[in-house]
């Protein structure tokens, strides 16, 4: 595990509940005791958490936290795989569809860069700059202010674009899930953009690794039965996934590590060739 995808847990585990001590620590994340001091001096640096005795407190709110679009790209890895990889079956050619500016949808918009008459509306630079040397795909910016921290364009031009338009599918992803309280995010500008999101497209998929799940951040985007397709990983507590099929969510499952595993091999050969 990277250095920065291991912070990142430490972030997330804080966010949650606040305190953790360092043995904990090196259970979870199958590392030594000297590893897990460098990530806590190293995090404490950054003025995330303050170091106690045997363990750490965090200085962040659990609700506005929001790592960078790096660390992001760097997490959950093989989940984000499987994810996209069981996400692609919901792309038609001919659809005319919205990808949100995600880490994991930037997974799925890697697999569709083969695709024939597809037309991909999006707020994301990354996608535009994975897409843009696909014969086959029109890409559409909806243009915007970048949120320099998560690469993701948002603010009143993007507001505009978005209310002027309808699209078949709508893929977005999920920064924090409560089958009770509903999908939402830390940032306010983000969230209003999720919204109209869902409401300019027939059909709202929705993908989640297993960490977004029971989770409630600053700004609401609404209630879970807004999203028609959930596709997460096979780490997600089943208790979650039942909660959200008996609310009339579609939930897939993706294939977990193995599928991943599978995907990673393919890109490698596809370096080689």
């Not at 962040?60 to 660390?71: E, H, K, R």
């Not at 009339?248 to 995907?263: F, L, Y």
């Amino acid at each position: 595990m990277l250095a920065e995808e291991r912070r990142f847990q430490i972030r997330e585990i804080l966010a949650a509940q606040r305190t953790v001590s360092a043995k904990d620590l090196c259970e979870r994340l199958n590392v030594t005791p000297v590893t897990i001091r460098r990530d806590l001096e190293a995090l404490e640096l950054e003025g995330v958490l303050v170091r106690s005795h045997g363990g750490a407190v965090s200085r962040m709110s659990s609700t506005n936290f929001q790592p960078s679009y790096d660390t992001l790209l760097h997490s959950k890895t093989e989940e984000k795989l499987a994810i996209a990889q069981a996400a692609e079956q919901f792309v038609l050619d001919g659809d005319t569809i919205f990808l949100e500016g995600s880490t994991t949808v930037f997974e799925l918009a890697r697999r569709l860069a083969q695709r024939q008459r597809l037309t991909v509306v999006t707020n994301s630079p990354s996608i535009v700059c994975e897409l843009q040397r696909s014969p086959g795909v029109t890409v559409l910016c909806t243009g915007g202010a970048l949120i320099k921290e998560t690469f993701y364009l948002a603010g009143e031009w993007t507001q505009r674009a978005l209310a002027e338009i309808r699209v078949d599918k709508a893929i977005l992803g999920v920064s924090a899930i409560d089958p009770q309280y509903g999908v939402s995010t830390a940032n306010h500008d983000e969230a209003q953009i999720k919204k109209m999101i869902i409401k300019a497209a027939k059909t709202c998929i929705a993908l989640a690794d297993n960490s977004k799940f029971g989770r409630q951040s600053f700004a609401y985007v609404g209630p879970a039965s807004d999203i028609n397709v959930l596709v997460t990983d096979a780490r997600t507590d089943s208790r979650h996934i039942r909660e959200l099929r008996d609310g009339g969510v579609q939930v897939m499952v993706a294939g977990g590590e193995d599928v991943a595993k599978k995907e990673t091999s393919r890109r490698k050969t596809n370096k080689k060739g």
